[in-house]
């Protein structure tokens, strides 16, 4: 029986890992403490982490040894350590969704992915940092500090779940989990160099996911490989009693159409995702990811229009700030989080809890939605976004009818130097191309693409049908397979 | 809908909002938060221009209406552990300022 050294285990993915703890190669412990010594190595720069559990999850690892001596660990997740967005309701661990409001939140009960993931014999290393309550592209709303790209400590990570992303990428967790409105796993994993995967909406129990926009929200994962995103999906799906839009229907097994390559499959590449505001090293990086995908097989369509796409943006920024406008009226300071106290009367109280607990961008949306729903604009604005979307829907049903899967850019440029973009609405165009699944509801998923300006990671975006992950894993597998882009940056980020 | 060009918020406006959602601005954020919402409503307006006709809204993500769940009684989350996130709690009670008038 061979060991492993520290340093091969930081590149492990899930599916390696499952390997190694079950021939012995390595055990739970030795790979917990491996990645939390990395964590104590790397994160005074990379700051991926609002919360690290450590005791918790060496007992964890012990726990995890025992049954993969004693030839019980048959859960397929058992002693993997991976992180969790600050999103995600942690029974007994605090969880903040980055904002001061839940600065002190320490939740009595566990989101359903959690307790998924424990049942699956998932570690947890701790909580990710976040822009506050998932709405950014950066990560520089976060409440408590920016998190840095791995690959260039200066740029951003992406956002919302920039730590998420930044944490696989320094190699600080084998996996992590994000959530999606409007492009929070897909564009921050574009950013780091590594997959990021959005489910179908309702395929993944949003029970414990603080509420941004609840039609449009979906928990997904971070990876190394697509097969480490199937195995990851394959815990956390499936009908949930406690979340009502979790679609009922059996889970497939993700991982079984992995390997059938691309002959025959039919790739739309829409003309409305390869036009204005795409940086030129993005567009000449998708176009070389687009040739090796034809070149094996895959039949690429460019013809298809849809030209009601364009619209999404406008549309996202109405549905999503009215959805979060009422999501966050519970945090009123009076059952738990933040509270002020002292004015003089109960309304006060709550409107000075408010003003201090919330960030910039949440106000900024917070009133945008309640201007979008108010007597008077709600038939201009929000009614005409929810129509547009049906507009939106049925265009990609369309390409849907002969076509398997649509490929685009993840995100418009590389990532960006921090303090770079002040303009909210030049910040909101970084998710042009990732909205469109979520206003449809669709499955996508971000893969590494190649490297653009500055030596920056470009992500590559499949676009599936409802429900069928299972081709648009297929797909983003045969392509991880013919690239072979690294999805940690070389040099490791502590050693520099 | 008004026309982009037209998308101008007042101070007033701006204030009116904020005391709808109950959040107390500084004069400061009121002059940002004017300048900023108007710049984002000038490039949503484009939605007016597309034609709706006849469309109907949606308004899920999936195509999902009304699950029904078991009507059973299950337990529920202890007491002690939902006041204990509480700002302010007095024995088993949030403690908030007056509601009504104690006059």
């Known amino acids: 029986m061979t060991t492993s050294t520290d340093s091969d285990l930081l590149s492990i993915t899930l599916a390696q890992g499952r390997r190694k703890l079950l021939s012995g190669e390595t055990s739970s412990q030795q790979l917990t403490q491996t990645f939390l010594d990395r964590i104590a190595a790397t994160d005074d720069q990379v700051k991926a982490f609002v919360t690290v559990t450590a005791?918790?999850?060496?007992?964890?690892?012990?726990?995890?040894?025992?049954?993969?001596?004693?030839?019980?660990?048959?859960?397929?997740?058992?002693?993997?350590?991976?992180?969790?967005?600050?999103?995600?309701?942690?029974?007994?661990?605090?969880?903040?969704?980055?904002?001061?409001?839940?600065?002190?939140?320490?939740?009595?009960?566990?989101?359903?992915?959690?307790?998924?993931?424990?049942?699956?014999?998932?570690?947890?290393?701790?909580?990710?940092?976040?822009?506050?309550?998932?709405?950014?592209?950066?990560?520089?709303?976060?409440?408590?500090?920016?998190?840095?790209?791995?690959?260039?400590?200066?740029?951003?990570?992406?956002?919302?779940?920039?730590?998420?992303?930044?944490?696989?990428?320094?190699?600080?967790?084998?996996?992590?989990?994000?959530?999606?409105?409007?492009?929070?796993?897909?564009?921050?994993?574009?950013?780091?160099?590594?997959?990021?995967?959005?489910?179908?909406?309702?395929?993944?129990?949003?029970?414990?996911?603080?509420?941004?926009?609840?039609?449009?929200?979906?928990?997904?994962?971070?990876?190394?490989?697509?097969?480490?995103?199937?195995?990851?999906?394959?815990?956390?799906?499936?009908?949930?009693?406690?979340?009502?839009?979790?679609?009922?229907?059996?889970?497939?097994?993700?991982?079984?159409?992995?390997?059938?390559?691309?002959?025959?499959?039919?790739?739309?590449?829409?003309?409305?995702?390869?036009?204005?505001?795409?940086?030129?090293?993005?567009?000449?990086?998708?176009?070389?990811?687009?040739?090796?995908?034809?070149?094996?097989?895959?039949?690429?369509?460019?013809?298809?229009?849809?030209?009601?796409?364009?619209?999404?943006?406008?549309?996202?920024?109405?549905?999503?700030?009215?959805?979060?406008?009422?999501?966050?009226?519970?945090?009123?300071?009076?059952?738990?989080?933040?509270?002020?106290?002292?004015?003089?009367?109960?309304?006060?109280?709550?409107?000075?809890?408010?003003?201090?607990?919330?960030?910039?961008?949440?106000?900024?949306?917070?009133?945008?939605?309640?201007?979008?729903?108010?007597?008077?604009?709600?038939?201009?604005?929000?009614?005409?976004?929810?129509?547009?979307?049906?507009?939106?829907?049925?265009?990609?049903?369309?390409v849907f009818a002969e076509h398997d899967v649509i490929v685009a850019p993840t995100a418009p440029t590389v990532a960006f130097k921090q303090g770079e973009i002040t303009d909210p609405y030049q910040m909101y165009l970084n998710d042009i191309f990732t909205i469109p699944a979520n206003i449809a509801g669709l499955p996508a998923i971000s893969v590494p693409g190649g490297f653009g300006e500055g030596g920056m990671p470009v992500g590559l975006q499949f676009v599936g049908q409802r429900l069928d992950e299972p081709t648009l894993l297929q797909v983003a597998n045969a392509y991880e397979q013919l690239a072979q882009w690294p999805t940690a940056p070389p040099g490791s980020v502590g050693s520099t | 809908m008004s026309d982009a060009e037209s998308t101008q918020f007042s101070s007033e406006q701006v204030r009116h909002l904020a005391s709808l959602v109950r959040i107390e601005l500084t004069d400061s954020e009121v002059e940002e938060f004017r300048s900023e919402l108007a710049s984002i409503l000038s490039h949503i307006d484009a939605l007016s221009e597309i034609d709706t006709t006849g469309v109907p809204p949606t308004n899920n993500g999936a195509d999902l209406l009304n699950i029904k769940d078991d009507d059973a009684s299950r337990p529920a989350m202890p007491r002690d552990q939902i006041l204990a996130n509480a700002p302010q709690r007095e024995d088993e009670y949030f403690r908030v300022h007056a509601v009504l008038d104690q006059s």
């Open chain 1, 55 to 398: 005791e918790a999850a060496l007992e964890q690892a012990t726990q995890a040894d025992n049954l993969l001596s004693s030839g019980d660990a048959t859960a397929p997740l058992t002693g993997l350590p991976i992180g969790l967005k600050d999103v995600l309701m942690t029974r007994g661990v605090r969880t903040t969704a980055g904002s001061r409001m839940l600065d002190s939140l320490i939740p009595p009960y566990d989101a359903t992915v959690v307790s998924r993931l424990r049942d699956a014999g998932a570690i947890s290393l701790g909580k990710l940092n976040m822009d506050e309550f998932a709405m950014g592209s950066s990560t520089e709303h976060s409440a408590w500090f920016p998190t840095a790209n791995p690959w260039d400590l200066e740029r951003v990570p992406g956002g919302s779940s920039g730590g998420s992303a930044a944490a696989v990428a320094a190699q600080q967790c084998i996996a992590t989990l994000g959530s999606d409105t409007g492009g929070s796993i897909r564009q921050p994993a574009s950013f780091c160099g590594v997959v990021g995967l959005k489910p179908t909406y309702g395929r993944v129990s949003r029970y414990g996911l603080i509420a941004f926009a609840s039609s449009l929200d979906q928990i997904g994962p971070f990876t190394h490989t697509v097969e480490d995103a199937a195995l990851l999906l394959q815990a956390i799906a499936g009908p949930d009693p406690l979340d009502s839009t979790c679609y009922d229907e059996p889970v497939p097994d993700f991982s079984e159409q992995l390997d059938r390559g691309l002959d025959g499959l039919r790739v739309a590449a829409p003309q409305e995702f390869f036009g204005d505001g795409m940086d030129e090293d993005v567009g000449s990086t998708v176009e070389t990811a687009l040739d090796l995908l034809a070149a094996n097989g895959a039949i690429i369509d460019r013809t298809p229009s849809m030209p009601s796409v364009p619209m999404a943006l406008p549309v996202y920024y109405i549905l999503a700030p009215s959805e979060c406008s009422a999501n966050l009226a519970r945090f009123d300071g009076v059952k738990y989080g933040y509270g002020a106290r002292g004015g003089e009367s109960m309304w006060a109280d709550m409107e000075a809890t408010r003003q201090h607990g919330f960030g910039r961008e949440v106000k900024r949306r917070i009133l945008l939605g309640a201007y979008a729903l108010s007597a008077g604009y709600y038939d201009a604005y929000y009614l005409q976004a929810q129509k547009v979307r049906t507009l939106i829907r049925r265009e990609f049903d369309r």
